[in-house]
Nanobody, 117 residues
């Protein structure tokens, strides 16, 4: 089992920045890929970005150039640096982890990000 705990969400004005954190614990040796997902009210959960244990990254087109995903394997922590935030980035952001075959086997509880215009 893997436990994931997100933090770092909050309220920010458009154009501002936030950094999200996802701390992993448990059977972390099994994690091959981690990612950030978000869900806005009335919408489906969507991919924001993923990162493999080797450091390969993938981003949704809507956040490319504004968001940066990274991980510190020594600290068992994944980050999402969000710059130039827009009101449409408002959502609950979730951390997920798993193997390459099942990349979303584990989920965190989510952290709210609200961007005001």
């Amino acid at each position: 089992q893997v436990q994931l705990v997100e933090s770092g969400g909050g309220l920010v004005q458009a154009g501002g920045s936030l950094r999200l954190y996802c701390a992993a614990s448990g059977s972390i040796f099994s994690i091959g890929v981690m990612g950030w997902y978000r869900q806005a009210p009335g919408k489906q959960r969507e991919l924001v970005a993923t990162i493999t244990s080797g450091g390969s990254t993938n981003y949704a087109d809507s956040v490319k150039g504004r968001f940066t995903i990274s991980r510190d394997n020594a600290k068992n922590t994944m980050y999402l640096q969000m710059n130039s935030l827009k009101p449409e980035d408002t959502a609950v952001y979730y951390c997920a982890a798993g193997t390459l075959a099942y990349p979303r086997a584990y989920w965190g509880q989510g952290t709210q990000v609200t961007v005001s215009s």
